[in-house]
């Protein structure tokens, strides 16, 4: 079964500090999101990309955020310079479309995220 | 307020019982729904799209009322392996909004 991987499982960096977290949707997906989960909190929406542009962004998605799609298989979130607030994990989704029925997201295992 | 709102839990039943969950959200244009399982430390899974006329899998039962904009999540014979955090998830403009989750533990 297609499934959505990220790399990598962990990631710890100092403050200040920029990180890259990598992911690879389901290879005939089209839409691609960032979520960000904190320890003990809910999935919070960042961002959704569609045909080579951010579609969607949240609040929490600033100017120290950005996503790219390199090539055509992976999809990127960077973090310029990382804050204590930004240690969370950060899940990966894609899915088929925005139409009934192709909306479903699939998640990534996560990259866990710790900011010292 | 908040888009999404689910009841935390936790839950502790026995085996074999049966639970429900409910949820409920602020945007009356909302325009998809699902019940998503997430398991400590991993990555939500989804367990079923929710869909006006009610859907069964198995053992599970969603409904949506669209009118009170709340959704259900009702699990019959309850196994060991039903222990996780259920997540309600709704869809408003594009955007996955999700409920902090309801804790279900099944206890032997």
């Known amino acids: 079964e297609p499934e959505v991987t990220q790399t990598p499982s962990h990631q710890v960096t100092q403050m200040g500090q920029e990180v890259i977290l990598r992911c690879v949707p389901i290879?005939?997906?089209?839409?691609f999101y960032w979520y960000r989960q904190i320890l003990g909190q809910k999935v919070e929406f960042l961002v959704s990309?569609?045909?080579?542009?951010?579609?969607?962004k949240s609040e929490i998605f600033d100017d120290q955020f950005s996503v790219e799609r390199p090539d055509g298989s992976n999809f990127t979130l960077k973090i310029r310079s990382t804050k204590l607030e930004d240690s969370a994990m950060y899940f990966c989704?894609?899915?088929?479309?925005?139409?009934?029925?192709?909306?479903?997201?699939?998640f990534g295992p996560g990259t866990r995220l710790l900011v010292l | 307020r908040k888009e999404v709102e689910q009841d935390p839990g936790p839950f502790n039943v026995p085996e074999g019982a049966t639970v429900a969950f409910n949820c409920t959200y602020s945007?009356?244009?909302?325009?998809?729904f699902f019940w998503y399982r997430q398991d400590c430390r991993k990555e939500p899974k989804l367990l079923m799209s929710?869909?006006?006329s009610g859907n069964e899998d198995g053992r599970f039962t969603a409904q949506l009322n669209r009118a009170s904009q709340y959704i259900s999540l009702l699990i019959r014979d309850s196994k060991l392996s039903d222990s996780a955090t259920y997540l309600c998830?709704?869809?408003?403009?594009?955007?996955?909004?999700f409920g902090t989750g309801t804790s279900l533990t099944v206890i032997p």
């Open positions: 989704a894609s899915s088929e479309g925005k139409a009934e029925g192709e909306e479903t997201q699939y």
């Open positions: 990309f569609y045909n080579n542009e951010i579609s969607e």
């Open positions: 998830v709704v869809n408003t403009g594009n955007q996955f909004y």
């Open positions: 290879s005939n997906h089209l839409y």
């Open positions: 929710v869909y006006s």
């Open positions: 945007n009356s244009a909302s325009q998809s």
